[in-house]
């Protein structure tokens, strides 16, 4: 495992690379709807009223919308496939993941660094373009409108990644061993099908109807469709180790400018 990560080029004690396979990096990433903003986007876009509070249970009880404890620190190598509007991509991901709520991801291209996100544990975030050589932070994801999480916070990501729930639930809750729908803090509703503790699907709902939705294949691989941005996500967890140490603090190269982080509208 250690060598098929090594292969990659690290970002100081703890990052994440993306390397594109079939197209230059350029152009995904600053394409209409990146991986990043559509995974992520699309989670924004259901919502439902009457919301009735019940009580969370116990946080020792490992829940399908919960990242379980064995799987902190580590880091974990993904592939890719991505169909969408911008057409066929694939590429490699690798996650670090120090916590829920402190991760970094790093974009390359051929060994070349594109971009970095920073998330700590405190919802600071802070983003760096290597091409623009401008940088920018923001205390909440509504800041980021590249990546524009106004309903769900940055933490959905290494969710989505893992195969957990995305968001938590708020109000209305009914779960049984195969079945689990709740509204989020937002009125959002989720509808996901369990077997035993593993969590086979979910899906993010309008008007009754998944507009959002993601399964576990047979292979252990995972798939994410946004219907109304006509894309489809596929990725495999090709490999998985602790990580050795804390994150390191964010670097901000020499000479790089800080900009605003509303005005990057696309990674």
Do not use: H
Not at 152 to 175: F, I, T, Y
């Amino acid at each position: 495992m250690r060598r098929a990560l090594n292969l990659l080029e690290m970002n100081g004690r703890g990052g994440a690379m993306v390397v594109a396979t079939r197209r230059t990096v350029d152009y995904w990433v600053r394409a209409r709807g990146g991986l990043v903003t559509v995974l992520l986007a699309s989670l924004c876009t259901a919502c439902a009223s009457t919301m009735v509070p019940f009580l969370r249970p116990a946080p020792t009880a490992e829940q399908p919308w919960q990242i379980s404890s064995d799987s902190f620190p580590t880091q974990r190598l993904y592939r890719i496939k991505y169909q969408g509007p911008e057409g066929d991509l694939g590429f490699k991901l690798v996650l670090y993941l120090e916590s829920e709520a402190r991760y970094r991801l790093l974009a390359s291209d051929l060994g070349r660094k594109l971009w970095s996100l920073s998330v700590d544990g405190a919802g600071e975030a802070a983003w760096i373009d290597y091409r623009q050589k401008e940088f920018c932070r923001a205390s909440a994801a509504s800041e980021l409108r590249f990546v524009p999480l106004a309903n769900l916070p940055l933490v959905s990501l290494p969710k989505l990644l893992l195969g957990r729930l995305p968001a938590e639930p708020a109000a209305n809750l009914a779960q049984d061993a195969t079945r689990v729908t709740f509204l989020d803090a937002t009125g959002q509703l989720w509808n996901a099908g369990l077997t035993g503790s593993e969590l086979e699907w979910w899906s993010l709902l309008e008007s009754d109807q998944p507009v959002v939705w993601w399964r576990r294949e047979a292979d252990g691989g995972s798939v994410f469709v946004d219907r109304q941005g006509q894309l489809e996500v596929r990725w495999r967890e090709v490999v998985s180790e602790r990580l050795e140490g804390p994150l390191g603090a964010v670097e901000i190269p020499t000479k790089f400018s800080q900009g605003s982080c509303g005005a990057v509208t696309e990674p």
